[in-house]
């Protein structure tokens, strides 16, 4: 009678005060290709093979580059100033950034995403972590599908990278942009695979670490990520805390980040915006500032929060030594917690004004930033109930009916008259292509 073992579960490590195990569950990690010049040229073909930049708000700085644009040594958040004769002299193309179409591309990239598997974490407007548990074999096949299906359905490349571990499958997904070796799938589930691309990525694109901790492991004699996946556990902990200890971990197949595939609830949110001139009046402002604190609520109640806390900041332009600098900021606590669009205006310009300081000359400061930030947010279900609540006159219809007119006829159909009318405060987008997908006033048309 033939003897009947137990099978030995893997080795168990104790990372900070989690206990953690060996995964040979696959993650895979679909990304974008320069996301936002990719949608751009979705719409505009004469964009294609041509060097393009994404600008900032205000059209200040680079957010997004080509292929063509990188070869060029264009830098992430290289101020437009600096390169202007560079691009003159290669036909570099400008845009703007245009958000409605960038984050409704996404959306309809997650829609793709969604039936392949049931079980999706978008990380960000262009990557999203993908279970591929239960393919067995056919993951890699299921992966290259799920690619071609993308950039069949939206027209956006993509590249997917499949690990047991957030950490390695982005590290598989930067081999997959990378090594065309791998066509644009890197699976680093074997451990041979694997081996051989982290002994190839340098520990500066190991998702993580930042600068300040990549001079420290430089001068460890860490160089690679095949190196810091072998640094002790208790040195990576003592060389940059329990961060590092875990990133260490994952490296090593062991998972400390856990895959959210319900989002977690958001903890705050921020709505800011640079001035396209300068705000020299606290009435400017005051617009400026009732427009943001508009768009921070209706944010709110499209999550189904309130808020406890806002924080109202404006600032001078710090870039500018030759110019009066002032800047200002207050955190006020907000009760009843709200989401509603008058109880945010209300409190948010009555803060601002407290902080409100002209130039001795009489010209004014000439403000160039304002935002709101709100934390302490809870779901309206569990909002705290206030014992002595205050009179509310205004009626919750009022914004309901505010956001089914603007939703209905696009943003800013119907605003807060504290907004104003001409906008002078509003940021400059010089270079923005339209809004091919949600403004239907918008769309090419055909003349015949």
């Given at each position: 009678?033939?003897?009947?073992?137990?099978?030995?579960?893997?080795?168990?490590?104790?990372?900070?005060?989690?206990?953690?195990?060996?995964?040979?569950?696959?993650?895979?990690?679909?990304?974008?290709?320069?996301?936002?010049?990719?949608?751009?040229?979705?719409?505009?073909?004469?964009?294609?093979?041509?060097?393009?930049?994404?600008?900032?708000?205000?059209?200040?700085?680079?957010?997004?580059?080509?292929?063509?644009?990188?070869?060029?040594?264009?830098?992430?958040?290289?101020?437009?100033?600096?390169?202007?004769?560079?691009?003159?002299?290669?036909?570099?193309?400008?845009?703007?950034?245009?958000?409605?179409?960038?984050?409704?591309?996404?959306?309809?990239?997650?829609?793709?995403?969604?039936?392949?598997?049931?079980?999706?974490?978008?990380?960000?407007?262009?990557?999203?972590?993908?279970?591929?548990?239960?393919?067995?074999?056919?993951?890699?096949?299921?992966?290259?599908?799920?690619?071609?299906?993308?950039?069949?359905?939206?027209?956006?490349?993509?590249?997917?990278?499949?690990?047991?571990?957030?950490?390695?499958?982005?590290?598989?997904?930067?081999?997959?942009?990378?090594?065309?070796?791998?066509?644009?799938?890197?699976?680093?589930?074997?451990?041979?695979?694997?081996?051989?691309?982290?002994?190839?990525?340098?520990?500066?694109?190991?998702?993580?670490?930042?600068s300040a901790t990549e001079a420290k492991l430089k001068a460890q004699g860490i160089d690679s990520a095949a190196e810091l996946r072998d640094l002790p556990l208790a040195l990576g902990r003592k060389i940059g805390t329990v961060v590092l200890e875990r990133l260490v971990a994952?490296?090593?197949?062991l998972p400390c980040i856990d895959f959210e595939d319900v989002p977690p609830q958001r903890k705050g949110m921020a709505v800011t915006r640079s001035a396209g001139t300068p705000m020299t009046s606290f009435d400017t402002l005051a617009q400026a500032i009732s427009a943001h604190?508009?768009?921070?609520?209706?944010?709110?109640?499209?999550?189904?929060?309130?808020?406890?806390?806002?924080?109202?900041?404006?600032?001078?332009?710090?870039?500018?030594?030759?110019?009066?600098?002032?800047?200002?900021?207050?955190?006020?606590?907000?009760?009843?917690?709200?989401?509603?669009?008058?109880?945010?205006?209300?409190?948010?310009?009555?803060?601002?004004?407290?902080?409100?300081?002209?130039?001795?000359?009489?010209?004014?400061?000439?403000?160039?930033?304002?935002?709101?930030?709100?934390?302490?947010?809870?779901?309206?279900?569990?909002?705290?109930?206030?014992?002595?609540?205050?009179?509310?006159?205004?009626?919750?219809?009022?914004?309901?009916?505010?956001?089914?007119?603007?939703?209905?006829?696009?943003?800013?159909?119907?605003?807060l008259a504290r907004e104003g009318v001409s906008r002078t405060w509003a940021t400059k987008a010089d270079h923005r292509s339209p809004r091919y997908t949600t403004r239907i006033s918008e769309l090419p048309t055909l003349k015949v």
């Amino acid at each position: 009678m033939g003897s009947c073992r137990r099978r030995r579960a893997p080795p168990a490590h104790r990372i900070g005060a989690v206990l953690v195990e060996q995964s040979d569950r696959p993650i895979a990690l679909i990304d974008c290709n320069n996301f936002y010049v990719s949608c751009e040229r979705l719409f505009d073909m004469s964009l294609r093979g041509i060097p393009v930049i994404v600008l900032s708000n205000n059209d200040g700085a680079v957010v997004a580059r080509s292929d063509e644009s990188k070869a060029l040594g264009i830098r992430m958040a290289e101020p437009v100033f600096k390169i202007r004769d560079l691009m003159k002299r290669h036909g570099v193309k400008a845009m703007s950034s245009n958000y409605a179409l960038y984050g409704d591309v996404s959306r309809r990239v997650s829609e793709v995403l969604h039936s392949y598997s049931p079980r999706l974490e978008t990380y960000s407007i262009d990557e999203s972590f993908v279970d591929l548990s239960g393919f067995g074999d056919r993951m890699e096949t299921h992966a290259a599908q799920m690619r071609d299906a993308v950039r069949t359905e939206t027209g956006i490349p993509t590249c997917v990278g499949i690990a047991p571990t957030k950490t390695l499958a982005k590290l598989a997904n930067y081999a997959a942009k990378k090594n065309p070796l791998f066509s644009g799938v890197c699976n680093l589930m074997d451990q041979d695979v694997r081996d051989y691309v982290m002994r190839r990525i340098p520990i500066g694109e190991i998702w993580g670490v930042g600068s300040a901790t990549e001079a420290k492991l430089k001068a460890q004699g860490i160089d690679s990520a095949a190196e810091l996946r072998d640094l002790p556990l208790a040195l990576g902990r003592k060389i940059g805390t329990v961060v590092l200890e875990r990133l260490v971990a994952e490296l090593r197949g062991l998972p400390c980040i856990d895959f959210e595939d319900v989002p977690p609830q958001r903890k705050g949110m921020a709505v800011t915006r640079s001035a396209g001139t300068p705000m020299t009046s606290f009435d400017t402002l005051a617009q400026a500032i009732s427009a943001h604190a508009t768009r921070a609520a209706e944010k709110l109640r499209q999550h189904g929060l309130v808020a406890g806390t806002m924080t109202v900041f404006y600032h001078t332009n710090p870039h500018k030594p030759d110019r009066p600098r002032h800047s200002f900021s207050r955190s006020i606590r907000l009760r009843p917690m709200s989401n509603h669009t008058f109880d945010l205006v209300d409190a948010a310009v009555a803060a601002a004004r407290k902080g409100w300081k002209g130039d001795p000359s009489g010209n004014g400061y000439g403000y160039t930033k304002a935002g709101i930030i709100l934390d302490d947010l809870l779901s309206e279900a569990d909002r705290p109930a206030m014992l002595f609540p205050p009179d509310r006159p205004r009626d919750a219809r009022l914004t309901d009916a505010l956001d089914a007119i603007n939703d209905r006829f696009g943003k800013k159909t119907m605003v807060l008259a504290r907004e104003g009318v001409s906008r002078t405060w509003a940021t400059k987008a010089d270079h923005r292509s339209p809004r091919y997908t949600t403004r239907i006033s918008e769309l090419p048309t055909l003349k015949v």
